[in-house]
């Protein structure tokens, strides 16, 4: 927009906009001397800006009115019901799969029982780190602060241990 020009194309752009900078593309928009083509799902920025709305249909008819979405929804209420049908007859199918889904496993799930394996071979290192430590037989009478803290630490993993192992049973059962 730094140079002169006739023509602009913009694909979205009130996306991530606040208020202000909203108001500030709509006041430039409305001084653009040239064409604007405007790509959005952003209706009432739609209606302030637009003085022609080119609707395209899905199937390869691409028809201008003249005003912004209102004025076009005004002027094709019959194309609009045909859109709503057509819109919630294409939303069954995506219901059934996401409920499909539901019975699998979230996205998170998935991502909890791939990283499971890692977090449970870390942790059975640990453990096995900590019992070679304990097992110095001279620990608990030279050094029982330490002993202490890595009895608590083993007993401290064996638990993280048995709660990632029984999580990891219980995604692996539900993703089967």
Do not use: C
């Not at 094709?76 to 819109?87: D, E, G, I, M, Q």
């Not at 453990?127 to 029982?144: C, G, Q, R, W």
Request: proline share 4%.
């Amino acid at each position: 927009m730094a140079r002169s020009s006739n023509l602009l194309i913009l694909d979205e752009p009130t996306n991530d906009l606040d208020v202000e900078t909203l108001d500030l593309l709509q006041d430039i928009l409305g001084d653009y001397d040239g064409t604007v083509l405007l790509v959005s799902h952003d209706r009432d920025f739609i209606d302030r800006v637009a003085t022609a709305t080119v609707a395209l249909d899905g199937h390869g008819v691409a028809t201008a009115y003249p005003g912004g979405w209102s004025d076009y929804a005004a002027q094709r209420p019959a194309a609009l019901a045909a859109l709503a049908a057509r819109t919630a007859a294409a939303a069954l199918p995506v219901a059934r799969t996401e409920a499909r889904k539901a019975d699998g496993l979230s996205f998170t799930e998935r991502k909890r029982l791939e990283a499971l394996p890692g977090t449970i071979e870390k942790l059975e290192a640990e453990i096995a780190k900590l019992t070679v430590y304990l097992s110095a037989p001279d620990l608990f009478t030279k050094e029982p602060a330490k002993f202490a803290k890595a009895s608590a630490g083993i007993a401290e993993r064996q638990a993280a241990l048995a709660s990632a192992e029984e999580e990891w049973l219980s995604l692996a059962e539900k993703e089967a």
